[in-house]
């Protein structure tokens, strides 16, 4: 069983930076890739950003290119995303999420394709 526990969730001011960790359990984490999501109240959930198991290959929504970054350090078992250059509209609760399925890179947006998740973080950016 695998369990991801998120934290480094709060308040920030729009422009700032806040950096999300995602800590794992279980023996399958270097071999998982490690997918971002975030949910805002009556909406879906949406894709973020997703890490391969070895950290060589990312991809992002086109919401948070260039502002976000995702890494992750096999030693520790831990993934991150960097947020960076907030906006109030990233406002979200953000969930990690992890695989160990090997699809088309564009598929991992997807929420289906992720058998563990985190139980979330809020973020808030002021204006």
């Known amino acids: 069983q695998v369990q991801l526990v998120e934290s480094g969730g709060g308040l920030a001011q729009a422009g700032g930076s806040l950096r999300l960790s995602c800590a794992t359990s279980?023996?399958?984490?270097?071999?998982?890739?490690m997918g971002w999501f975030r949910q805002v109240p009556g909406k879906e959930r949406e894709f973020v950003a997703v890490?391969?198991?070895?950290?060589?290959?990312?991809y992002y929504a086109d919401s948070v290119k260039g502002r976000f970054t995702a890494s992750r350090d096999n030693a520790v078992n831990t993934a991150y995303l960097q947020m960076n250059s907030l906006k109030p509209e990233d406002t979200a609760v953000y969930y990690c999420?992890?695989?160990?399925?090997?699809?088309?890179?564009?598929?991992?947006?997807?929420?289906?394709?992720?058998?563990?998740w985190g139980q979330g973080t809020q973020v808030t950016v002021s204006s």
């Open positions: 890490i391969s198991w070895s950290g060589g290959s990312t």
């Open positions: 999420a992890a695989t160990v399925l090997h699809v088309d890179y564009g598929l991992y947006r997807s929420s289906k394709y992720y058998d563990y």
């Open positions: 279980g023996r399958t984490f270097s071999r998982s890739t």
